[in-house]
């Protein structure tokens, strides 16, 4: 059974930073396509990041030079370390892996890309 714990969100202030973490269990980080997803209060939910199991990474814009998606095979745990951040990336963070063994470049962004999902951790970012 495969089961994604995330961790390492909290409260900051504008241009602060946190790392979050996603523990995988019955599941291989080394062989998939895993990333990150948020959503705001009222939003939808939207990619943020996702690691290729080739190592090669994707990024939407609005992270794009702040976020930085990397992993530990060894200890099967996923990581997003965010900086600068800003009052709009406060948001419920889910980490996301899939079953593919790779991530489509035409859809890595959508929700229906992943097959498994953590509960989320929270991020607020005050000015």
């Known amino acids: 059974q495969v089961q994604l714990m995330e961790s390492g969100g909290g409260s900051v202030q504008a241009g602060g930073s946190l790392r979050l973490s996603c523990e995988a269990s019955?599941?291989?980080?080394?062989?998939?396509?895993m990333g990150w997803f948020r959503q705001a209060p009222g939003k939808e939910r939207e990619a943020v990041a996702a690691?290729?199991?080739?190592?090669?990474?994707l990024y939407e814009d609005f992270v794009m030079g702040r976020f930085t998606i990397s992993k530990d095979d060894m200890q099967n745990i996923l990581y997003l370390q965010m900086n600068s951040l800003e009052p709009e990336d406060s948001a419920t963070y889910y980490c996301?892996?899939?079953?593919?063994?790779?991530?489509?470049?035409?859809?890595?962004?959508?929700?229906?890309?992943?097959?498994?999902w953590g509960q989320g951790t929270q991020v607020s970012v005050s000015a």
């Open positions: 690691l290729d199991s080739d190592g090669s990474t």
């Open positions: 996301v892996a899939d079953s593919h063994g790779y991530c489509d470049r035409g859809s890595w962004y959508r929700v229906d890309h992943f097959d498994y």
């Open positions: 019955g599941y291989t980080t080394v062989h998939y396509c």
